[in-house]
């Protein structure tokens, strides 16, 4: 019996990785930051999220102010920065706004536009006079997903979903590689605007911009994806990658670039 046991535990040990790949998954070891690997290397643009919640007595002034502002830092060729987007909050968090910014040169360009602006002494009173009107806010610094589409400004009416992912640390590139290919699925009616993900703020964030002619639009493209040839594969592998989700449906405001 003795011999039969020192078979069986040569036997176990010569095959031991092959029953070990059954149940690990075994990954290599990145040899880069995801944030390089996943980003567009041959621009260094920079995106500010930004949401504020607003008193909802002080909405209709504050989106006044903010677009003062912006047409103000637009006009000004001395800041490297634009407005991508503004919107307010239809479904979802109400009262809100949200802006989309865009540093043209990276964490160089945020920091000078920084420095110029609270040395600007009519911005600081901008800021003084918003902060009466606001409960409050939260922003994160994004980078662009190097296979979404780039955002630009386009004509409307439309209304816009964002559909931000809290994801598991560790899968970013997986989800990632998933989305490269899905997001092919994703462009016959012009719906993908941007994709996103969070490097300072709440991390392993993702944000999904997509803009629609309105409510029954998106549920036609939405249920439209599911017809096509490698959609539900995509679903499948990238839904366990997730710790929660939220949708936003978001009303641009008047002054936005995406209308």
């Known amino acids: 019996s003795q011999v039969i046991l020192d078979i069986f535990y040569a036997i176990s040990k010569a095959d031991k990785g092959w029953f070990q790949s059954m149940f690990v998954h075994e990954v290599e070891a990145r040899k880069d930051a995801h944030s390089n690997l996943l980003s567009k290397s041959e621009t260094s643009d920079l995106y500010k999220i930004q949401f504020h919640n607003v008193k909802p007595e002080c909405l209709e002034a504050y989106n006044n102010l903010e677009a003062e502002v912006q047409h103000k830092l637009h006009l000004d060729q001395d800041y490297p920065c634009d407005v991508v ?60 997903f190097s296979f979404w589409n780039e955002p630009t400004p386009r004509n409307g009416p439309n209304i816009y979903e964002m559909r931000s992912y809290k994801l598991k640390p560790g899968t970013m590139i997986e989800w990632g590689n998933h989305w490269a290919r899905a997001i092919k699925h994703r462009q016959e009616n ?61 009303i641009p405001t008047k002054s936005s670039p995406l209308q």
Request: charged content about 25%; aromatic content about 14%.
């Open 190 to 250: 012009n719906e993908a605007v941007g994709g996103f993900f969070s490097q300072i703020g709440d991390l392993y964030e993702v944000h999904h911009l997509w803009a629609y002619k309105d409510l029954q639009s998106r549920e036609e493209t939405r249920n439209s994806a599911w017809q096509k040839e490698g959609w539900d594969s995509s679903v499948y592998y990238t839904v366990p990658l997730i710790r929660s989700m939220e949708s936003r449906i978001m």
């Open 85 to 144: 987007g503004s919107w307010n909050t239809w479904y979802g968090d109400q009262d809100q706004a949200v802006h989309l910014w865009r540093y043209t040169g990276g964490y160089p360009a945020l920091t000078e536009c920084l420095t110029k602006l609270n040395n600007n002494k009519e911005y600081r009173h901008f800021r003084m006079e918003r902060s009466k009107m606001l409960v409050s806010r939260r922003n994160q610094l994004l980078l662009e």
